[in-house]
């Protein structure tokens, strides 16, 4: 486990893929230093988006996010 404080957050992505035939989730974090980091995966679409509605409330209050994956995903990616 990893923490990150949600002020260092940028931007909360999304990425839709197919994975055996089943849709799935995945929330990333843009942070600062245009590092995007895997929050967590997901199968089931109503467990990513209560997550991510959660991720929202606690970008906007400035808390720690917990991170399960501590390896930095490289994106060619731009945000704006």
């Known amino acids: 486990m990893n ?22 989730f995945q929330i990333l974090l843009n ?7 895997l929050y967590k995966e997901y199968e089931d679409y109503d467990q990513y988006k209560m997550e ?7 970008k906007a209050a400035n808390e720690f996010v917990l991170i399960e994956e501590e390896a930095v995903k490289e994106t060619h990616l731009s945000f704006l």
């Open 3 to 24: 923490t990150i404080h949600s002020s260092k957050i940028k931007n909360l992505i999304t990425k839709f893929y197919y994975k055996d035939n089943h849709l799935c």
């Open 31 to 37: 942070c600062e230093n245009d590092e995007t980091r």
């Open 52 to 58: 991510y509605n959660k991720l929202l409330e606690v």
